[in-house]
């Protein structure tokens, strides 16, 4: 069965300073990773995906893709309390025929 | 452009009843996938829809069906309700079946409630 793994939290960090978000993976098929942001009662929103190995950056996040570790991280720079939320990561082996595999989640709370 | 929509917004049934739960995509994208997000379980894959035809279901019993109309649009029904299966369900969109190319977007979810 594949298994997305990611500490619950919550992860606590300063105004200002990087919040790291990390997920393991099991299925080494997987092809495709996601990570969503999801606020209190309200939809998943999608911020990054990635594909291949090493950084992706796009304003102040960073996606980071080690396949050989399975292994999938988000960084989030210069963090604003509206940064708060759950962060969700997803995975999947591509075509829609599986689905996106999504962990539970990680609470990160940025303290102003 | 308007995003992926549901309907209702909340649903509250009693046990053994049957719910139904609408979701129009985004213009233009022909893929539609339903999750159930459960307290303390995460996401979880429930089925996918693609040009009309149920393309795979995730591992949940045959109470939980749907269909694809011709517009696109879906439809969740959940047959003989369990108090388990409160929870809220999501209904996202892509532009193409599968993911390389087009990422999923979240309607705003039904929240049903079984008593």
């Known amino acids: 069965q594949k298994e997305v793994e990611q500490n619950s939290g919550p992860l606590s960090v300063p105004e200002g300073a990087i919040a790291s978000l990390n997920c393991t993976y099991s299925d080494r098929g997987s092809q495709s990773f996601f990570w969503y942001r999801q606020y209190s009662g309200k939809s998943p929103e999608l911020i990054m995906f990635i594909y291949s190995n090493g950084d992706k950056e796009d304003g102040r996040f960073t996606a980071q893709l080690n396949k050989a570790s399975q292994y999938v991280s988000l960084l989030i720079r210069d963090s604003q309390p509206s940064d708060s939320a759950t962060y969700l990561c997803a995975v999947t082996e591509g075509g829609g025929a599986d689905g996106l595999t999504f962990g539970k989640g990680t609470h990160l709370i940025i303290q102003p | 452009e308007a995003g992926v929509t549901q309907s209702p917004t909340h649903l509250i049934k009693t046990r053994g009843q049957q719910a139904t739960l609408r979701c ?81 977007h979240f309607g705003n979810g039904t929240r049903l409630t079984v008593t």
Not at chain 2, 24 to 39: E, K, N, R
Not at chain 2, 59 to 86: H, I, K, T, W
Request: charged share 15%; hydrophobic share 30%; net charge negative.
């Open chain 2, 24 to 104: 129009s995509p985004i213009s233009g994208h022909t893929s539609v996938y339903w999750y159930q997000q459960a307290l303390g379980l995460g996401l979880q894959f429930l089925l996918w829809y693609d040009e009309g035809e149920e393309r795979n279901r995730g591992n949940f019993p045959p109470r939980f069906s749907g269909r694809q109309f011709p517009n696109y649009s879906s439809e969740l029904n959940v047959n003989a309700l369990e108090l388990e299966d409160s929870a809220l369900y999501l209904c996202a969109s892509s532009l193409e079946a599968g993911y390389s190319n087009s990422p999923l």
